[in-house]
T-cell receptor
Framework: DTAVSQTPKYLVTQMGNDKSIKCEQN?????MYWYKQDSKKFLKIMFSYNNKELIINETVPNRFSPKSPDKAHLNLHINSLELGDSAVYFCASSPRDSSGELFFGEGSRLTVL | KQEVTQIPAALSVPEGENLVLNCSFTDSAIYNLQWFRQDPGKGLTSLLLIQSSQREQTSGRLNASLDKSSGRSTLYIAASQPGDSATYLC???????????FGDGTTLTVKP
């Protein structure tokens, strides 16, 4: 069983469209994250949720809206897509305790044309 | 603000060599440090997690050390193999903000 799973794995869309990426973890973790990896492979935090509550919003444009229906799911909705949004988006989770070990999904590669 | 640096950015070695990857961080008040491997087009796979109270962790041919006082960690790979070729990243949790800061990675190529 996949611990952290994301869908879709690949997403190709036109500028101006709205799209969503879904993430689910079956590890029983309280904290989930969205990270963005750009073309230079730099990995940056976007959002962090702890037990469905937003705890980090790292200067991300408000076109990006995370939603956590329960602590096992964290979805990412992106409005009015721009060329610069093209990247790989990774979902991750960790236990609430200070061990903080991160577990990552396989990533969702978004290409905006 | 925590900053994490990895040196070198790229490394190419012949098969069988022992090698060391470096990770340095600016704020020594850390819970732990985690090493990951990323293959092209894939997600991040956790290799080793060192808690702040530990000095090293070992898994197979991998050994990670942690020196909090100097803000450094090393990942030692023994008897490297072509299958070790990947990008290796280290990450440090921010103790106050519930997130991790990543280094930019070291891309390792092991030539047969």
């Amino acid at each position: 069983d996949t611990a952290v799973s994301q869908t879709p794995k690949y997403l190709v869309t036109q500028m101006g469209n709205d799209k969503s990426i879904k993430c689910e973890q079956n590890l029983g973790h309280d904290t989930m994250y969205w990270y963005k990896q750009d073309s230079k492979k730099f990995l940056k935090i976007m959002f962090s949720y702890n037990n469905k509550e937003l705890i980090i919003n790292e200067t991300v444009p408000n076109r990006f809206s995370p939603k956590s229906p329960d602590k096992a799911h964290l979805n990412l909705h992106i409005n009015s897509l721009e060329l610069g949004d093209s990247a790989v988006y990774f979902c991750a989770s960790s236990p609430r305790d200070s061990s903080g070990e991160l577990f990552f999904g396989e990533g969702s590669r978004l290409t905006v044309l | 603000k925590q900053e994490v640096t990895q040196i070198p950015a790229a490394l190419s070695v012949p098969e069988g060599e022992n090698l060391v990857l470096n990770c340095s961080f600016t704020d020594s008040a850390i819970y732990n440090l985690q090493w990951f491997r990323q293959d092209p087009g894939k997600g991040l796979t956790s290799l080793l997690l060192i808690q702040s109270s530990q000095r090293e962790q070992t898994s197979g041919r991998l050994n990670a050390s942690l020196d909090k006082s100097s803000g450094r960690s090393t990942l030692y790979i023994a008897a490297s193999q072509p299958g070790d070729s990947a990008t290796y990243l280290c990450a440090v949790p921010d103790t106050n903000a519930g997130k991790s800061t990543f280094g930019d990675g070291t891309t390792l190529t092991v030539k047969p």
